[in-house]
């Protein structure tokens, strides 16, 4: 088919070609960066905990005043938490993942290094942490008994307690030591004495989003046993089936253990229940933007077709002529299908040079990364697509008037 006519006609009705234009490119820009921030969005609901989500329940609560005896308490606490039916292991550590607040720290290669290299969150664990949370060994091993340390003895004033060693995640041994073994090798974060890495897991999610994206397992366990006023957290692993009833039967055994404690029954609950809550709002935005991206290629193809159909009436006489001359119904159809390809084909190179300036907006305002060149296709795929679907009734009809009537003088 030859194009001249094509262009002639859209020379000739300037207007309407440019709203049809100017409605592909901004419907192109907006979906490119709407399923750039769905897959965004999904990617961070999706990724790896590395904590057996699936067995653990978390017990928090708070004392009632200062305990003198809470180191005391504590042992007593997991001593009975491991005694109950169905525990597999059970723990006591400063934070939980999927909260909003974390324990973070610097850490630095050397010890009079003035900026740290990084910062990285800290999870303080005792002999059934690993255990109990999930993160698996990858390389070295874990903390022997020598190893750990109380809580109260790294925090006494001018204490001269150090870390020992320490437990890291392979993200954080990667960005620290990269292409190298981090087993063996040390770093400084607390205190001015070295700490050595023992073993790297394969994952440990943070507890927030500190740091980014690039940083969220940036985590480290040191070999420290906390009192459970520090966080107040009891992590206690079991069969799924059998969550609820570890849960309740764990709440119970704590209020008798320690009864001017208090159950904070709003963060007490599985580990899912805690990874569920603290990706809602992500949710929301995926289901929010597929809203969006519907309404809108709805919108523009109702556009599509009011501008097509007003373009059929305004030629009917041409399109009678045309038939009279011979044209075939389907060389008619897809005259009105290459110019709308024309029209989509201008539109979506400008909507790709839209994206990406609400791109470089979005990255300066909210740290997104840069957008993907793979959304683009798949922009400009739907938006032609959309196009010849949105055409092809009006062209349909088009096609099918008799030329006897569509030269019929008015």
Not at 119 to 127: F, L, Q
Not at 396 to 404: E, G, H, L, T, Y
Request: proline content about 5%; overall charge positive.
């Amino acid at each position: 088919m030859e194009l001249r006519p094509i262009l002639s006609t859209l020379l000739r009705h300037k207007t309407a070609a440019a709203l049809i234009v100017l409605e592909i490119a901004l419907s192109c820009a907006i979906v490119c960066n709407a399923l750039f921030l769905i897959g965004n969005r999904i990617e961070r609901i999706e990724r790896v905990s590395g904590v057996a989500e699936n067995e653990v329940v978390r017990v928090q609560l708070a004392g009632i005043g200062e305990d003198e005896n809470d180191e005391a308490l504590t042992r007593s606490d997991l001593a009975v938490l491991r005694g109950l039916p169905g525990v597999k292991a059970a723990t006591v550590t400063n934070q939980v993942p999927f909260v909003n607040s974390s324990w973070n720290t610097s850490v630095n290669m050397t010890k009079d290094q003035k900026q740290p290299t990084l910062g990285a969150t800290v999870y303080m664990g005792e002999e059934q942490f690993l255990d109990t949370l999930g993160p698996k060994i990858v390389e070295g091993r874990q903390f022997v008994a020598d190893e750990f340390i109380e809580w109260d003895a790294l925090d006494a004033p001018d204490s001269k307690v150090s870390i020992p060693a320490v437990i890291i995640t392979r993200s954080l041994a990667e960005k620290l030591f990269p292409g190298q073994s981090a087993v063996g090798k040390s770093f400084y974060s607390w205190g001015d004495n070295p700490i050595r890495v023992v073993g790297v897991v394969d994952h440990l999610v943070r507890p927030s989003d500190q740091g980014g994206p690039t940083a969220h397992e940036y985590s480290m366990v040191f070999p420290l046993k906390v009192p459970y006023s520090l966080g107040g957290n009891y992590l206690l692993r079991t069969d799924p089936a059998r969550r609820a009833e570890v849960l309740k039967a764990a709440i119970a055994a704590l209020e008798r253990n320690g009864p001017n404690r208090i159950i904070l029954a709003d963060n007490t609950k599985t580990i899912e229940e805690l990874r569920n809550g603290y990706y809602r709002q992500d949710r929301a935005m995926v289901w929010m933007l597929v809203a969006v991206i519907v309404a809108l290629l709805v919108v523009t193809a109702l556009g599509i077709v009011g501008l097509a159909s007003f373009w059929v009436q305004q030629r009917t006489k041409q399109i009678g002529v045309r038939r009279a001359l011979g044209a075939t119904r389907g060389q008619i159809l897809r005259y009105f299908q290459t110019e709308n390809f024309l029209l989509a084909s201008v539109g979506i190179v400008l909507g790709m040079l839209l994206a990406f300036g609400i791109n470089q907006m979005l990255m300066g305002k909210y740290e997104l990364p840069r957008l993907p060149l793979v959304y683009l296709p798949i922009g400009a795929l739907t938006l032609w697509l959309l196009g010849q679907f949105a055409v092809f009734w009006p062209a349909r009809r088009a096609a099918a008037v008799p030329p006897a009537v569509a030269t019929r003088s008015v």
